[in-house]
């Protein structure tokens, strides 16, 4: 198994242990620990980083597994360790208000199926590589969602419809009317912390933990990290009071360059401080007429709440029904990004969760012995044999790629097979070609063949793995 060093500034930070792809050893192992930098790599004795997902200024985020729960949930490490040159009460300020946010966003996720669930909070004091001191570590751990956000659908289709963008702007309203609701401001609405999950729900990401503390750390030139350039309103980037039309505004920004898959800058002219998104793209004049409303320089002319917004659209135009159709697999779509901090996203992969040894030598068995099941069927039937063998290598692949997006997993696997079995070795006319052989009836000729086959996709498998294994440790 990989596990990935946290520590910031680590060399080598990819760490390779092949006795912890036993089960009972990754559950019960009390630490493993870098083998360049020697820093702890299983967190709180619970979490399990296993690759880096994004770092900015103020921390890096990780995908990790919780090795105490059945499954080994996946969930996403975030670090907050500051680069940048803070005062010791600066520093402990930003500290505090880190504590406070994983607090806000714990009571956030916990109330709303649409933010992402805090999963912990905590400090970690690990001795210093290169002096006899100890270094402070912040984590927050919170659900994994997987899907992708709006910045990369906007990569990967171009421009949204009108119908799409109504679709987000009312459910991101619905969040934020919620956040509002419970005294939080989000403060960095974007396309890249808007994301669709799968099922094409929509989730509102990172709230901003550094974001937070980061304000409240010293002066102006650390404060301006708590917005991203372009979504932010006049008077998020003066650094003055902010409100919930400062998140409408965001939003809307965010609709305008989904609408035109233009950034923000070809959109806003700064000569007369507006924006001019309407010539690039044509839309309903209620769209138009709420957007620009939200994307008015002054807090108190804009909307003033989520709940505006909404009855502005609802009164007149009925909600667009979401497409059925559920997102790309991980496999054809580019991964989405999580923000740790300021603008710099980080990317998040929607992944197909990892295959565990012993489902990897399941899926080899499985794979040999129905190969060889199709083998027997398609070489007994009366067609030629290159036909047959062509016939048998894309039903073989067929199932490799089913297996490998868990199309067909677990006891799927040994019902498909069963059922093969015993369709071939009952008829005649699909196991003729191994009546022949000294091994039996046709029927325990089958049986013997699909278990050869079975043990010998084990043995490659494992030997490959083995091969794999070495040449990673090795290099």
Known sequence: ????????????????????DNLTTLKTIKQKFCTNCGMSLILADRYLPTKLLGQGGFGAAFLARDRYTPGLRQCVVKQFQPSGRLTPDQLQMAQDL?????????????????????????????????????????YLVQEFIDGET?????????????SEVLEVLKEALKILQFVHENG?????????NIMWNLNRRLYLLDFGAVKYATKAAGGSKVSTS????????????SGDEVYPSTDLYALAVTCIMLLTGK???????????????????????????????MLLPVPDQRFQSATDVLEALVVRSPLPQPSSQPLPSSNTSPPPPVSVSGSQPIRQRASVQPFSILELLGNAAFTGCEGALLAIALFSLPIPSPISAGLWLVIALGLVVAQSRRIIEKVDLVILAGITFVVIGFLPVLHAVV?????????????????????????????????????TNLL
């Not at 933010?115 to 001795?127: H, K, Q, R, T, V």
């Not at 009546?435 to 490959?464: K, P, Q, R």
């Open 263 to 293: 950034q923000p800058p070809e959109l806003f002219n700064a000569y007369n401080n507006s924006w001019k998104w309407q010539s690039y793209v044509q839309t309903s004049q209620l769209l138009a007429d709420v957007l620009d409303k």
């Open 150 to 162: 709006l910045e990369e659908r906007l990569i990967r289709q171009g421009k949204f419809s009108e």
């Open 435 to 471: 009546v022949g052989l000294s091994l039996g009836n046709g029927f325990l000729a089958v049986a013997i063949l699909a278990g050869f086959g079975a043990l010998s996709a084990i043995a490659i498998t494992a030997l490959f793995r083995l091969i794999y294994k070495l040449l």
């Open 226 to 237: 708590i917005y991203s350039l372009g979504f932010a309103p006049p008077e998020q980037v």
């Open 1 to 20: 198994m990989q596990l990935y060093c946290t520590r910031p500034g680590c060399s080598k930070p990819t760490n390779f242990f092949t006795d912890l």
């Open 184 to 192: 939080s401001i989000h403060r960095d609405i974007k396309p890249s």
């Open 98 to 138: 880190f504590e406070r946010e994983a607090e806000a966003l714990e009571q956030l996720g916990r109330q709303h199926s649409q933010i992402p669930d805090l999963f912990a909070f905590f400090e970690l004091s690990i001795p210093s590589p290169h002096q006899a001191t100890e270094d402070k570590f912040f």
